[in-house]
């Protein structure tokens, strides 16, 4: 029960708004920032906003969802959507290789797609040489970094992004979308069981 589109993403409307807007008007910026509680939908967007991106029917905030870039970018299998840990990969030669992958034309459509998550553990090194890319981005290329925490990204590659900052999901909002997802798979519950689960 990710989300798939815009429409399903819980509680985040203005966030989903403004992308929509930028999508359908080819009104786009490089690099974009998504910071916020854990939880609270920021790789799912990055992932719905890459698969809009790739989208063959054309790019809009409402991708087909049926086309070969949608069905891979849903399996996580594009080779034009690219994503990075960086609670992992945090090293400056990990991204190295990812500023490697940035010289290379995307194999179809206008856009490369970089997510990289939990940003903000990247070492001062990758810091640095990030920032040199993102100064000087390749026309092709869109990178999307999340984070839990903005406060430890240095200035520099902040000044250089749109920042979307998440909201907490309210608990109503949370517990509508457990009775959702319980009345989908037929599972009886108790609300007041709902409403400890949300909080």
């Known amino acids: 029960y990710r989300p798939k589109k815009f429409d399903d993403l819980v509680g985040q409307e203005t966030i989903s708004q403004t992308l929509s807007l930028a999508l359908d008007s080819d009104r786009l910026s490089h690099a974009y920032l998504f910071s916020g509680l854990r939880g609270s939908g920021k790789t799912s967007t990055a992932r719905i906003f890459a698969k809009a991106l790739r989208c063959e029917q054309g790019m809009n905030h409402e991708p087909c969802g049926v086309c070969q870039n949608c069905i891979l970018a849903l399996q996580s299998r594009h080779i034009d959507i690219v994503e990075m840990d960086a609670a992992s990969s945090r090293k400056i ?44 981005p390749p026309k092709h290329a869109i990178f999307i970094l999340a984070t839990t925490e903005k406060h430890k990204i240095i200035p520099t590659i902040l000044s250089r992004c749109q920042i979307f900052d998440f909201a907490r999901i309210k608990v109503p909002q949370m517990v509508k979308h457990l009775q959702d997802i319980a009345e989908r798979e037929q599972v009886q519950y108790e609300e007041e069981a709902l409403n400890i689960i949300a909080q």
């Open 93 to 136: 030669d990990d991204i190295r290789d990812l500023i490697e992958q940035t010289k290379y034309k995307p194999a179809s459509s206008r856009f490369k797609i970089f997510i990289i998550d939990e940003v903000h553990m990247l070492s001062q090194q990758a810091f640095n040489a990030f920032l040199k890319t993102l100064e000087e």
